[in-house]
């Protein structure tokens, strides 16, 4: 990358249900001039192209490698990030294929589909970012992966965001992409219920903001 070219991010989609994508299209649509992947399709990302990488959610579980054979190369996809400490952020699926790869447990715990307030850690990646989050899951991260640190935890997931201790790796179990646009596809496909909590108090869209500037910085 030059200095008159702004940094190449590559947003790889991991949704199997054409009925839910509209996840990964409203978090495409935080990434405008970013490079799309569509990891089940058979596409993949051209690491040396590479300046930041963003995972997205899925309905697939990371346990599912035998019905999902793409789910293996993802998580090699992981392990060379690390490697090559390419910045790297993984959204709910993503969190949860980032802590499988480096020797994690993920397990199916329940969906979980409300507002919920999270402890986040003073980390970069959360300037701005509010307690009250969008929890929409029915696996978690039980055991974090190698190298991983907690860097987020709520009442009902332990393991709620982590960061790698030596590579430019972070993840986060919410959906910093899903917004109050969404609200009736999720009360319709998830039963959701936002509880005690309203989408005026969630402010998660700063996560991605952030991430770019951790690319940037890193790029420069």
């Known amino acids: 990358m030059t200095d008159a070219e702004p940094p190449t991010i590559f947003v790889v989609r991991n949704e199997v249900d054409p009925d839910h994508e509209y996840h990964c299209d409203a978090l495409e649509a935080c990434f405008p001039d970013g490079e799309v992947i569509d990891f089940p399709a058979g596409e993949r990302v051209p690491l040396a192209d590479a300046d930041g990488v963003v995972l997205t959610g ?14 293996a190369d993802q998580k090699t996809l992981v392990r060379e990030l690390v490697e090559e400490t390419i910045p790297t952020l993984g959204v709910c699926f993503g969190h949860q294929v980032v802590n499988a790869a480096l020797g994690g447990t993920v397990e199916r715990v329940g969906t979980t589909a409300t507002l919920v307030e999270a402890s986040l850690a003073d980390d970069p990646l959360f300037e701005g970012v509010n307690s009250v989050v969008v929890s929409l899951h029915g696996d978690a991260v039980t055991d974090m992966g190698r190298g991983l640190e907690r860097i987020a935890t709520t009442d009902h997931a332990r393991v709620f965001g982590t960061r790698h201790a030596t590579a430019p790796l972070w993840t986060v179990q919410f959906h910093p992409e899903v917004t109050a646009d969404l609200r009736d596809r999720l009360v319709d496909d998830f039963e959701w219920d936002s509880g005690e909590f309203s989408f005026d108090d969630v402010t998660a869209g700063p996560v991605f903001e952030n991430f770019k500037r951790i690319v940037a910085d890193a790029s420069a």
């Open 58 to 71: 899925s309905t697939a579980g990371v346990y599912e490698s035998e019905t999902h054979p793409w789910i």
